[in-house]
Nanobody, 125 residues
């Protein structure tokens, strides 16, 4: 599976932005997908997760209520809708995919096998 994240850019605080993760491979619909971000000088942070079926989703505490993950398995895409953006949301955002696991490890980057190249999101205050 190859992933490509897109949709990043420069926005103002309070704005919305929608990131997209496009995948190659006919089996993408069988993979869980996670979104992570990394700001300069900081550790990678879990942002959001959606199960292979789309029936389950989870979010990091810092984005709950503002971000939403969705997927369209027919189009092999997973989107991250980001609302009410804050300056602290500035980071490089990555999408990642993994074979579904029964363990609740969706927030751990190490549980994902495939990673996209990242897209920069900059929120100005």
């Amino acid at each position: 599976v190859q992933l490509q994240a897109s949709g990043g850019g420069l926005v103002q605080a309070g704005d919305s932005l929608r990131l997209s993760c496009a995948a190659s491979g006919r089996t993408f619909s069988t993979y869980d997908v996670g979104w992570f971000r990394q700001a300069p000088g900081k550790e990678r942070e879990f942002v959001g997760f959606i199960s292979w079926s789309g029936r389950a989703s989870e979010y990091g505490d810092s984005v709950k209520g503002r971000f939403a993950v969705s997927r369209d398995n027919a189009k092999n895409t997973v989107d991250l809708q980001m609302n009410s953006l804050k300056a602290e949301d500035t980071a490089v955002y990555y999408c990642a995919a993994r074979i579904p696991s029964g363990a609740a490890t969706f927030y751990q980057g190490g549980s994902y096998t495939y990673w996209g190249q990242g897209t920069q999101v900059t929120v100005s205050s």
